[in-house]
């Protein structure tokens, strides 16, 4: 199954350069949606998605359509989309299109979980105590900014759960 890539994605813009692109080599050469994938082996809603720009083909398929329609642009709007640069050493890397891809390889994920782990226990509790904390004050913020008396009226309040003021039974609203 393909799924659309959101609308605030950055990789939006090249899954529209992506389907000018490929609109524009279709009309040139005189090819239908129905005939691209077939000849492709694709299914039609995949096409149909490249050609609205909701979606980009992976890198191996991207590669296909060029050969194919005899595009390389086709494949150099993927080529763009899919790079991304590590989080650990700041290498490019382009990611084959099987999911997303946060790391140049193994070694630097490898690294990033030794990280996570080299922290003693306390420093982990500790942060996730602060974190926690936080997390309380806000909701006691917005509580107390919704109900000033201190008494919450509303018991469908998505917030109730984990609400530190009481329900004021004499006003509840259900």
């Known amino acids: 199954m393909t799924v659309p890539i959101s609308p605030e994605s950055p990789r939006r813009i090249e899954a529209r ?10 009309h040139r050469d ?19 998605m490249w050609l609205m720009g ?7 398929v991207a590669a296909r359509l060029a050969d194919a329609l005899e595009e390389p642009e086709l494949l150099a709007c ?9 989080v650990v050493c700041g290498r490019s890397v382009v990611n084959r299109g099987t999911g997303p891809r946060r790391y140049c390889g193994a070694a630097c994920a490898a690294r990033t979980n ?8 306390r420093e982990r509790a500790a942060m996730a105590e602060r974190s926690l904390a936080v997390a309380t004050f806000a909701i006691e913020a917005f509580c107390r900014g919704c109900e000033p008396e201190g008494l919450c009226r509303d018991t ?10 009481p329900v004021d039974l004499r006003r509840a609203t259900a």
Do not use: H, I, W, Y
């Open 78 to 86: 993927v080529v763009r989309s899919r790079t991304v640069v590590c």
């Open 114 to 121: 030794r990280d996570r782990q080299g922290k003693p226990a």
């Open 17 to 26: 350069r992506f389907a000018l692109t490929l609109r524009r080599v279709m």
């Open 156 to 165: 469908t309040c998505s917030l109730r759960p984990v609400s530190p003021l």
């Open 30 to 48: 005189g090819v239908s949606g129905r005939r691209l994938a077939d000849d492709a082996g694709l299914g039609r809603g995949r096409v149909g």
């Open 54 to 60: 909701r979606n980009l083909p992976t890198l191996e």
